[in-house]
């Protein structure tokens, strides 16, 4: 599903509301249970996306990644890994990740 991007302000409003979940654990669909490792926020389009999702997983380092992203559209993103692998990083928006774990927000307050 294609959902509308975020202001940057609204973006980081909702990594703070959601920061509670790092560290917790879930089951994904697959039943694999895993970590959050951390919630961020990132670019909206796929492209720029794909690039930010390539670097979090090399460096970690979103304050970089965010200095050379320009846009005006934003996400936030669930980094998450398995417990028993967390060379095995995977990434999932916060409306999906919402929707699939039964939180219910209004991420347009």
């Known amino acids: 599903m294609q959902f509308l991007p975020f202001t940057k302000e609204q973006a980081i409003d909702i990594c703070d509301d959601f920061e509670d979940l790092i560290g917790t654990?879930?089951?994904?669909?697959?039943?694999?249970?895993?970590k959050i490792e951390n919630v961020v926020v990132g670019p909206y389009h796929n492209d720029d996306i794909?690039?930010?999702?390539d670097e979090y997983v090399r460096t970690?380092?979103?304050?970089?990644?965010?200095?050379?992203?320009?846009?005006?559209?934003?996400?936030?993103?669930?980094f998450a890994y398995p417990v028993d692998d967390k060379a095995q990083i995977s990434r999932i928006d916060i409306r999906s990740f919402a929707e699939l774990n039964g939180i219910f927000y209004n991420f347009f307050k």
């Open 25 to 34: 654990k879930f089951s994904a669909e697959d039943a694999t249970l895993m």
């Open 50 to 53: 794909v690039i930010f999702a």
């Open 60 to 78: 970690r380092n979103v304050d970089a990644m965010m200095k050379a992203y320009f846009g005006d559209d934003f996400d936030v993103f669930v």
